[in-house]
Nanobody, 118 residues
Framework: QVQLQESGPGLVKPSQTLSLTCSVSGDSITSRYKYWSWIRQSPGKGLEWIGY???????YYSPSLQSRASISRDSSNNQFSLQLSSVTPEDTAVYYC??????????WGKGTLVTVSS
């Protein structure tokens, strides 16, 4: 069974960098044709895809967040991480990590709430 678990601070100050880690079990983040994504949902809004890191290590971001988002991985610990710089209160959201394979986000973490506030 594939499991994903988000971790990181629940409160970040404006202008600082949000940092989250997703720990994966039951699958390898380097296994072929898997794409490991970050997705968020702000209060009262729909899901917003942030970006992914592929099995190959390549990354791709939403154009709206590309200038501030960075996704990296630690293959030895089977984890991948999100950094979002220069956050504002509009970045307050529940952040999810998810696995994408053959057209579906088939496994999700439970999500973690990050609040941006001074």
């Amino acid at each position: 069974q594939v499991q994903l678990q988000e971790s990181g601070p629940g409160l970040v100050k404006p202008s600082q960098t949000l940092s989250l880690t997703c720990s994966v079990s039951g699958d390898s983040i380097t296994s072929r044709y898997k794409y490991w994504s970050w997705i968020r949902q702000s209060p009262g809004k729909g899901l917003e895809w942030i970006g992914y890191i592929a099995y190959s290590g390549s990354t791709y971001y939403s154009p709206s967040l590309q200038s501030r988002a960075s996704i990296s991985r630690d293959s030895s610990n089977n984890q991948f991480s999100l950094q979002l710089s220069s956050v504002t209160p509009e970045d307050t959201a529940v952040y999810y990590c998810a696995r994408y394979e053959t057209g579906w986000f088939d496994y999700w973490g439970k999500g973690t709430l990050v609040t941006v506030s001074s």
